[in-house]
């Protein structure tokens, strides 16, 4: 059974740091694009950050400059490094596994074929 479980999320005021983890367990994921993905309250789930299988990585462009993601094949795990935070950034985030070793933060959620349950994170202003 395949199980990614997001951690990190927590509540933080504008300016702030966190660091997100997403540890995968039953798959192995490096041949796979990864990605984070985030929702707010009444908004569309959007991506945020992507890094395919040799390490290119793309971004939304509202975090460009603020937030790395990088990823630990043999730990099978995630990360999401998010600096300045500000309180648009408050929404449940996400990791999911690709199907392919190619994507970017414009791929349709919908292609993604594992998914976890999502951190909270929250901004204060």
């Known amino acids: 059974q395949v199980q990614l479980v997001e951690s990190g999320g927590g509540s933080v005021q504008a300016g702030g740091s966190l660091k997100l983890s997403c540890a995968v367990s039953g798959y192995a994921i490096s041949s796979n694009c990864m990605a984070w993905f985030r929702q707010a309250p009444g908004k569309e789930r959007e991506g945020v950050a992507t890094i395919d299988s040799i390490g290119s990585t793309s971004y939304v462009d509202s975090v460009t400059g603020r937030f790395t993601i990088s990823r630990d094949n043999a730990k099978n795990s995630l990360y999401l490094q998010m600096n300045s935070l500000n309180p648009e950034d408050t929404a449940m985030y996400y990791c999911?596994?690709?199907?392919?070793?190619?994507?970017?933060?414009?791929?349709?959620?919908?292609?993604?074929?594992?998914w976890g349950r999502g951190t909270q994170v929250t901004v204060s202003s």
């Open positions: 999911a596994v690709a199907p392919g070793r190619w994507c970017r933060v414009w791929t349709a959620y919908s292609v993604f074929r594992y």
